[in-house]
């Protein structure tokens, strides 16, 4: 079994940054890929970024250039920074782990405001 608790969100101004944090607890036996998920109200989730246990990571498009995801293994956790925020970028963003994603393992989610 599997915990991710999130942390991080809040509200920010357009043009700022937030960094996002997902601590995993557990066993790891599996998980290999690690990823940042959101969802707008009315809106389908949508995958953010992920990234593999070697630090191989990938972006949607939306976000290439102002996010960026990272791993610390040391510590089980996985990071978002968040830079040129926009209003669009306002949602719930979640963690997720797995074997390939989405995995079967999320956490309860993070709420990001981009507003002024």
């Known amino acids: 079994q599997v915990q991710l608790v999130e942390s991080g969100g809040g509200l920010v101004q357009p043009g700022g940054s937030l960094k996002l944090s997902c601590a995993a607890s557990g066993s790891f036996f599996s998980i290999n890929l690690m990823g940042w998920y959101r969802q707008s109200p009315g809106k389908e989730r949508e995958v953010v970024a992920a990234i593999t246990g070697g630090g191989i990571a990938n972006y949607a498009d939306s976000v290439k250039g102002r996010f960026t995801i990272s791993r610390d293994n040391a510590k089980n956790t996985v990071y978002l920074q968040m830079n040129s925020l926009k209003p669009e970028d306002t949602a719930v963003y979640y963690c997720?782990?797995?074997?390939?994603?989405?995995?079967?393992?999320w956490g309860q989610g993070t709420r990001v405001t981009v507003s002024s």
């Open positions: 997720n782990a797995g074997l390939i994603l989405p995995g079967p393992h």
